[in-house]
T-cell receptor
């Protein structure tokens, strides 16, 4: 089983619909992240959470919200999806503790298409 | 704010050719540096990382990267590429220390196509 699991893996929806992407991890990491990947733009950080009570905006948080339900779960919501939110979304975790490696471990990705 | 530049957006090589992908970052303080690889249809995986010590870092699958602090660079190299190296490669930087974000910032990626 994957250490970082994302659901759904693929989703097609219509403009204005609410969408939730879920992420769960079994690595025991405190830090979790949501990135979106667009061709030619690389990965851009949407939101990140350093623990259950800590949520922070990334580079491109407008139009998105997150919820850290537990240490192992971090969900991303699009309250009213729009076509330019069509992208590949990745959840990631890290064990950063100041002296740790800070390596990110990625989920398999969720491909979202907004029509 | 820190940023990462990958100047090669698309590279095409023949098998056995040597590879060098450029990565430059903007941050004057201490950094941690990473190269990730994304094979077609898969998620990102760590190739190698630099935290401190020897600036020449060796990673998996014969890849290596050299941190040159004076040039703010962390270029990825491989002496002889294989068809299976076809993938997208991302450089990433984390700024450390007071006032730094401690977030991992990615470059825009370099798509490598290796022809058999």
């Amino acid at each position: 089983d994957a250490d970082v699991t994302q659901t759904p893996r693929n989703r097609i929806t219509k403009t204005g619909k609410r969408i939730m992407l879920e992420c769960s991890q079994t690595k025991g990491h405190d830090r979790m992240y949501w990135y979106r990947q667009d061709p030619g733009l690389g990965l851009r950080l949407i939101y990140y959470s350093f623990d259950v009570k800590d949520i922070n905006k990334g580079e491109i948080s407008d139009g998105y919200s997150v919820s850290r339900q537990a240490q192992a779960k971090f969900s991303l919501s699009l309250e009213s999806a729009i076509p330019n939110q069509t992208a590949l979304y990745f959840c990631a975790t890290s064990d950063w503790t100041g002296a740790g490696t800070g390596e990110l471990f990625f989920g398999e990705g969720s491909r979202l298409t907004v029509l | 704010a820190q940023s990462v530049s990958q100047h090669n957006h698309h590279v095409i090589l023949s098998e056995a050719a040597s590879l060098e992908l450029g990565c430059n970052y903007s941050y004057g303080g201490t950094v941690n540096l990473f190269w990730y690889v994304q094979y077609p249809g898969q998620h990102l995986q760590l190739l190698l990382k630099y935290f401190s010590g020897d600036p020449l870092v060796k990673g998996i699958k014969g890849f290596e990267a050299e941190f040159i602090k004076s040039k703010f660079s962390f270029n990825l190299r491989k002496p002889s590429v294989q068809w299976s190296d076809t993938a997208e490669y991302f450089c990433a930087v984390r700024a450390r220390g007071g006032g730094a974000t401690n977030k991992l910032i990615f470059g825009t990626g370099t798509l490598l196509a290796v022809q058999p």
